[in-house]
T-cell receptor
Framework: DQQVKQNSPSLSVQEGRISILNCDYT??????FLWYKKYPAEGPTFLISISSIKDKNEDGRFTVFLNKSAKHLSLHIVPSQPGDSAVYFCAASASGYALNFGKGTSLLVTP | GAVVSQHPSWVICKSGTSVKIECRSLDFQATTMFWYRQFPKQSLMLMATSNEGSKATYEQGVEKDKFLINHASLTLSTLTVTSAHPEDSSFYIC???????????FGSGTRLTVV
């Protein structure tokens, strides 16, 4: 049973615009959320995280928003760059246990 | 810091043989390591949690006799795919986090192809 869901398998955005990647979860015990970027045949690379005590965390061009009541989080990339093209995974954990991943969203940033 | 090294990056083996994948934490000690498997266009699925000095904890549906996990030291966990079959072909990734924080770090993954 998929506890973390990314319902958009792909997203295409023009360079310079905002990319918004969405993620929903079902387990209310999740207290830590992360976004990873992954290129083919490589391990995921950590991007940004947020704990359940916050509703927003910002790091440069990346901002993650958490809406606990809706069990929803999103990753905003502003401005989007062609080098951001990759698969983005949303992940969540409960009390530091293993990560539960969504299926990923493939982002394509076009020039 | 917090680097996880995974070897090999890719391996091709014949059906019926066994393959060992190593995961090392290079600059920290990891009492717990996680093994994931990814099928094409699918999520990373947790296979098992490797615990230093004790038995691994397997997720439901993962055959413990087929996917042998050994975590003999604080810096090394191994996953052995025994009697591999073509359906075991996949991308396997390990992960660890330095104790007392949430910094999950991933290895670069191993592409296993069973022919």
């Amino acid at each position: 049973d998929q506890q973390v869901k990314q319902n958009s398998p792909s997203l295409s955005v023009q360079e310079g615009r905002i990319s918004i990647l969405n993620c929903d979860y079902t387990n209310s015990m999740f207290d830590y959320f992360l976004w990873y970027k992954k290129y083919p045949a490589e391990g995921p690379t950590f991007l940004i995280s947020i704990s359940s005590i916050k509703d927003k965390n910002e790091d440069g061009r990346f901002t993650v928003f958490l809406n606990k009541s809706a069990k929803h989080l999103s990753l905003h990339i502003v401005p989007s760059q062609p080098g951001d093209s990759a698969v983005y995974f949303c992940a969540a954990s409960a009390s530091g246990y293993a990560l539960n991943f969504g299926k990923g969203t493939s982002l394509l940033v076009t020039p | 810091g917090a680097v996880v090294s995974q070897h090999p990056s890719w391996v091709i083996c014949k059906s019926g043989t066994s393959v060992k994948i190593e995961c090392r934490s290079l600059d920290f000690q990891a009492t717990t390591m996680f093994w994931y498997r990814q099928f094409p266009k699918q999520s990373l699925m947790l296979m098992a949690t490797s615990n230093e000095g004790s038995k691994a904890t397997y997720e439901q549906g993962v055959e413990k006799d087929k996917f042998l996990i050994n975590h003999a030291s604080l810096t090394l966990s191994t996953l052995t795919v025994t009697s591999a079959h073509p359906e075991d072909s996949s991308f396997y990734i390990c992960s660890a986090r330095p104790t007392a924080n949430y910094g999950y770090t991933f290895g670069s993954g191993t592409r296993l192809t069973v022919v």
